[in-house]
């Protein structure tokens, strides 16, 4: 009798359209994400500058006008350093160094937070700046010491200062 009951009853539900022990339901449930990708980068206001005639022999030149600002155009923390390379004039070349001479020149840097001044190396980084957080700057002047004596033109020569941009830490 109780099978013939819940056969019956069983039945009754599917008839009916009911399906037992069965639950549907539907759940949504969502979550925002935002991510801000790592950017290291530096931002100078002068991309060019210019010494002007400079007399052989003369030593700490500064170049005129305003400092050079370094920023910090990036999303994290960044240490900056300064390096320096060799100046030409067509196939001429002054080299580098860290004492004027005959085709030897010297190139400074300084953070105008402080009175020291810097020589630039061409294989090295020459530290300007640590911890600068998003959005904050530095301000460097440059200077150079010129040859004692040249064997090239009497020209204008050319030469690199680059500013290196690393993460903090």
Do not use: C
């Amino acid at each position: 009798m109780k099978l013939f009951s819940f056969s019956l009853l069983l039945i009754a539900f599917l008839m009916l359209g009911f399906t037992p022990f069965v639950v549907l339901a539907n759940s949504n449930a969502t979550v925002s994400a935002t991510v801000t990708p790592e950017l290291i980068s530096v931002l100078v206001n002068y991309l060019q500058v210019d010494y002007g005639v400079v007399a052989i022999g003369q030593a700490e030149k500064v170049l005129p006008g305003n400092p050079i600002n370094v920023k910090n155009n990036g999303t994290v923390n960044e240490n900056f350093s300064v390096q320096g390379s060799d100046a030409t004039a067509g196939s001429d070349i002054w080299t580098l160094d860290t004492a004027q001479s005959q085709d030897k020149f010297v190139h400074e840097f300084q953070n105008t937070a402080n009175t020291n001044w810097y020589k630039l190396s061409k294989t090295t980084g020459v530290s300007l700046a640590g911890n600068l957080s998003p959005n904050g700057s530095v301000d460097m002047k440059l200077r150079i010491s010129m040859p004692t004596s040249i064997t090239g033109a009497y020209t204008q020569y050319s030469t690199l200062v680059s500013i290196l941009a690393v993460k903090q830490g």
